[in-house]
């Protein structure tokens, strides 16, 4: 009997002694409080384009996000980005779609002035416009001729959510990466991205 309680005592001190520098090390990085400075960062990446019967094709999106704190873990952020793709051959013919995004986050922040991470979720506003340029028969011709149709519109994107980390080496120096999801569509917009900002 003693033995048996020596051995659960034995199997209980390892995971204590794991558990206790797993607290250590986190522990700084939880009682740390990320900035409370309003940041601007414009940033660059990939767009993958959402649409209600799959995905549209892929392209590149550049655009700025604003940060502004208003609690210590917790912050507001407007978003603007702008993704062009297109599918021209040789002969000009294809299609080309330009997507403009602008939302607005409500972001819970873990970390420190040094780097944290974020995660957020909000609305925004999709306007669209998109080109097609094609071979198209008449009935009345012989040959086909070559036409162009363009369409625009603008859609409510109720459903956001992005997450990432922002990187300080330098007092007012930020760098960010992250992944940014919005639907206004059934399938949503794809972005993965990095930027370089300032903190005021």
Not at 14 to 32: D, E, N, Q, S
Not at 60 to 82: N, Q, S
Request: charged share 20%; aromatic share 10%.
């Amino acid at each position: 009997m003693q033995s048996s309680h020596r051995c659960a005592m034995a199997g209980v001190a390892p995971a204590r002694l794991i558990l206790t520098v797993i607290l250590g090390v986190c522990a700084p990085f939880l009682r740390a409080e990320p900035p409370e400075r309003a940041e601007a960062v414009g940033h660059f990446g990939g767009l993958k384009f959402g649409g209600d019967e799959g995905f549209m094709g892929s392209g590149t999106a550049y655009g700025f996000t604003a940060t502004l704190p208003f609690r210590p873990r917790w912050a507001v952020e407007a978003d603007l980005t702008r993704g062009e793709r297109d599918t021209y051959d040789s002969d000009g013919l294809g299609s080309s779609e330009t997507r403009t995004l602008a939302t607005f986050h409500l972001v819970y922040r873990l970390g420190s002035e040094r780097v944290y991470w974020f995660g957020g979720v909000g609305p925004g506003i999709q306007h669209e416009n998109s080109r097609v340029r094609g071979l198209f028969q008449n009935p009345l011709e012989p040959n086909p001729v070559v036409r162009e149709f363009s369409e625009t519109s603008t859609d409510f994107a109720p459903l956001g959510y992005k997450t990432g980390v922002v990187v300080s080496p330098a007092k007012r120096l930020v760098i960010r990466g992250e992944v940014h999801f919005q639907h206004a569509l059934v399938l949503p917009n794809v972005m993965a991205r990095v930027g370089v900002g300032i903190r005021f």
